[in-house]
């Protein structure tokens, strides 16, 4: 792509900054890219920030540029697992096109010119990718919140807010889907214009998913309750699968699909 790209623009437009002092004199740059390994409060782009230096990332370029709708999953475990299932449960759905990134598979932004307004786009966020979006997913989904990152995050509040950015600018024409069994995730459903969505192992809930008497359930906003398949029918193993599979079951209803398209891709989960 790169020498692709300096044929078309010339060579001249091209620098190598290698060494330890890479970032240093960001400044001279009008738009700089990082990559999710570099973090965006990293002193060197701060100052780039303050300089006027705009600093973006692949993930809010392909927010930005994404015409289809976008349902986007974070949590401290369970992202891929449950990003996967949703867009095996949706590719029966709705949809003329579902498309699969993240750290799983492909990056969005390597697919974005392939979408269209109706089609939609199943990302896997991780905190390194959230931390300068300025746009959430039409679907956002949090699965838990834990410990982890803090050699990346400055410490542990500030990895939290890494990862309610997800949900930080959505609407009331949005959903936002939140472990009820977690109360870090609870949380975030307290001030959010969304309509919240809810899953549980531990028992039933007014809108989402939850599991009880032997069984995987959905209820919709002012529904009641429909079956979705026996939790033994859940082929990987653990509650933590169980629990990644209620989430996909709550955030897939609220894109479009069935009990029975959620029951069809739980049953072909593979590990």
Request: include cysteine; aromatic fraction near 8%; charged fraction near 20%.
């Amino acid at each position: 792509r790169v020498r692709s790209l300096r044929r078309e623009w010339g060579s001249s437009v091209f620098s190598w900054l290698v060494g330890e002092t890479y970032l240093q004199d960001l400044a001279r740059f009008d738009l700089v890219y990082r990559t999710p390994g570099i973090s965006s409060l990293h002193p060197e782009l701060a100052a780039a920030r303050r300089s006027g230096t705009e600093v973006s990332s692949q993930t809010r370029l392909f927010f930005d540029l994404c015409p289809a709708a976008i349902l986007g999953v974070t949590g401290t475990k369970g992202k891929g697992t449950t990003a996967s299932l949703l867009a095996l449960a949706l590719a029966r759905g709705p949809y003329p096109q579902v498309r699969l990134g993240g750290n799983i598979g492909l990056p969005p932004i390597s697919f974005v010119e392939e979408l269209t307004r109706g089609d939609l786009a199943v990302v896997e966020l991780s905190s390194f990718q959230l931390q300068d979006l300025h746009r959430s997913p039409a679907i956002a989904v949090v699965l838990n919140i834990g410990t982890d990152h803090l050699d990346y995050h400055a410490d542990q509040q500030e990895y939290a807010e890494a990862k309610e950015a997800i949900c930080r600018f959505q609407t009331s024409d949005n959903y936002l889907v939140l472990n009820a069994d977690c109360a870090a995730t609870r949380r975030l459903g307290e001030h959010s214009p969304a309509q919240l969505l809810y899953f549980s192992l531990a028992g039933e809930v007014e809108a989402g998913a939850f599991a009880a008497q032997g069984h995987l359930w959905l209820r919709r906003h002012g529904a009641r309750r429909e079956q979705i398949c026996a939790i033994q029918e859940v082929p990987l193993k653990g509650r933590h699968n169980v629990a990644n599979a209620l989430a996909a079951a709550a955030a897939g209803a609220a894109a479009g699909a069935s009990a029975e398209q959620v029951a069809a891709a739980i049953r072909a989960m593979r590990g």
